[in-house]
């Protein structure tokens, strides 16, 4: 079984400063995992995904991630957040076996950007 | 472009009454799914399907029915609705050539339900 902790419910940030949203994952099994964005009234939007290869990871609208397997965590960063970075973002894993397809979301956190 | 759409987009209803949630999408996907969400709270996987026919009940238990009848379509039906099932249901589908859970699910802007 797999299961998505994203530490932190609400962030906080000024415009033009730096974020990091910490998601950590707990798995028996190899996983693939992904970063999605809700904004509001929308339905969830990829990010980016990391499958294979370099651990660091480039999405969408200058976010990135970086994936660290002994500490079992996916945290997902920008170096210049904007207002219209505000939203909710959910981190999600699928197990490498999965034929379903099946993701398990972490509880989303809340980025809310300060001008 | 990802096509996905949901009907309705807000519904409220009263206690004991059936509704149909829609979902269709454009884009030829085979493998469809419906998450429930709560405020706060992450999404579950209340159904899911891998083709025409092919129906499945996700993790988290639920008293609704989908049917697939069309690759484009994916209804979900509550025979007797209740204020428990008051949510926000979102649907999405998925489909590749690779690994099904290697695939990006495309997600519908949801149906926010509320029973009274």
């Known amino acids: 079984a797999q299961s998505v902790t994203q530490l932190d419910s609400q962030v906080p940030v000024f415009e033009e400063a730096p974020v990091e949203l910490r998601c950590n994952y707990s798995s028996s099994v190899s996983v693939y995992l992904f970063w999605y964005v809700q904004y509001p009234n929308q339905g969830l939007q990829l990010l980016l995904k990391y499958l294979s290869g370099s651990t660091l990871v480039k999405g969408i609208n200058g976010f990135e991630a970086e994936f660290n397997k002994s500490q079992t965590s996916f945290h997902l960063r920008k170096p210049s957040v904007h207002i219209s970075d505000t939203a909710e973002y959910f981190c999600a894993v699928s197990a490498h076996s999965s034929n379903t397809g099946k993701l398990i979301f972490g509880q989303g956190t809340t980025l809310q950007v300060k001008p | 472009e990802a096509d996905i759409y949901q009907t309705p987009r807000y519904l409220v209803i009263g206690t004991g009454k059936k509704i149909t949630l829609e979902c269709s999408q454009t884009?030829?996907?085979?493998?469809m799914y419906w998450y429930q969400q709560d405020p706060g709270m992450e999404l579950h996987l209340i159904h899911y399907?891998?083709?025409?026919?092919?129906?499945e009940k996700g993790d988290l238990s639920s008293e609704s029915t989908v049917s697939r009848i069309r690759t484009e379509h994916f209804p979900l039906t509550l025979e007797s609705a209740r204020p428990s099932h008051t949510s926000q249901y979102l649907c999405a589908s998925s489909g590749g050539s690779g690994a099904s859970s290697t695939d990006t699910q495309y997600f519908g802007p949801g149906t926010r339900l509320t029973v009274l």
């Open positions: 884009m030829g996907h085979d493998k």
């Open positions: 399907s891998y083709g025409v026919n092919s129906t």
